[in-house]
């Protein structure tokens, strides 16, 4: 078993950046792919970014590339989501999950282990 637990996620406005950490125990992230998910209210939960901690290689939605970055700590087995120009769309509350593969999971379903989230918010 994995445990996830997010934190990092505050208020912040416009144009400022958050950066969220992703921290894991029970297993190594080693050979998972870590996914960062978002959910505002009324909207349905959707990938954001996700990095395959095996190979270091990333993925972004249209929506945040240019503006959010995954980078991995192996010595504190974390995972961090770095975002910066903030917008008042990017609020949400925002999860990692792991699937257990070594390539980048763009499937929700394949994500096996999953954070209890961590809400932004972010002021215009």
């Known amino acids: 078993q994995m445990q996830l637990v997010e934190s990092g996620g505050a208020l912040a406005q416009a144009g400022g950046s958050l950066r969220l950490a992703c921290t894991a125990s029970g297993r190594t992230f080693g050979s998972y792919n870590v996914g960062w998910f978002r959910q505002a209210p009324g909207k349905e939960r959707a990938l954001v970014g996700a990095i395959s901690c095996n190979y270091g290689s990333t993925y972004y939605a249209d929506s945040v590339k240019g503006r959010f970055t995954s980078s991995r700590e192996t010595a504190k087995n974390t995972v961090y989501l770095q975002m910066n120009s903030l917008q008042p769309e990017d609020t949400a509350l925002y999860y990692c999950?792991?699937?257990?593969?070594?390539?980048?999971?763009?499937?929700?379903?394949?994500?096996?282990?999953w954070g209890q989230g961590t809400q932004v918010t972010v002021s215009s």
């Open positions: 999950a792991a699937a257990p593969y070594i390539g980048i999971v763009y499937k929700t379903d394949y994500y096996t282990y």
